[in-house]
């Protein structure tokens, strides 16, 4: 997946930080500071571009996607997850903001939705301002549980968490 002329910067956001601290890992083709902003708070900053945020259907992701919109006026978000229609609160925010707001899907371990979601945005919009990576996954009921012991860790559960926490994120950003 190639997103053409990104121009700004690509975060990963985890569920795990503090206070909505997200560090840089792309920033003009090389990895760059880290970069804190609270979505409460005044410190979320950005005025027009276009934003995506992938891992938009709870949480964090939905959290910057609600901030990217509300604290300006300008610019469009693009946010992307598994299943658009099962995210309530990215349905509220597109009715609020029908003309600022794409919804697309978008699941990190499926590569043709990362290549289809950078081919729509590319042409509709060239390129990208920012990329705020929110995904990631500690369970999934009957999938995926969190090990409580060392004897309980099963390869396929480390894959899985691997591939959704970090291979995922690299894939969208390349």
């Not at 190639?2 to 090389?30: C, D, E």
């Not at 901030?67 to 609160?89: E, F, M, Y």
């Amino acid at each position: 997946m190639k997103l053409l002329g990104l121009t700004q910067r690509a975060f990963m956001a985890s569920p795990l930080s503090v206070r909505g601290t997200i560090r840089s890992v792309f920033h003009r083709g090389s990895v760059s500071s880290s970069y804190s902003a609270s979505a409460s708070s005044a410190g979320l900053k950005w005025e027009g571009g276009v934003s995506m945020v992938q891992g938009a259907s709870r949480g964090i992701g939905l959290e910057f996607v609600r901030q990217l919109l509300q604290k300006s006026g300008k610019g469009h978000v693009v946010a992307t997850c598994r299943n658009p229609n099962r995210s309530s609160g990215l349905l509220d925010l597109k009715n609020m903001f029908p003309e600022r707001l794409s919804v697309l899907p978008l699941d990190v371990t499926v590569e043709s939705t990362i290549e289809d979601s950078a081919k729509l945005i590319t042409e509709k919009y060239g390129s990208l301002n920012l990329l705020i990576n929110a995904s990631g996954i500690l369970s999934i009921p009957d999938v995926l549980q969190p090990e409580t012991t060392l004897t309980k860790v099963e390869k396929s559960s480390l894959l899985l968490a691997y591939e959704v926490n970090a291979v995922g994120p690299i894939l969208v950003i390349k």
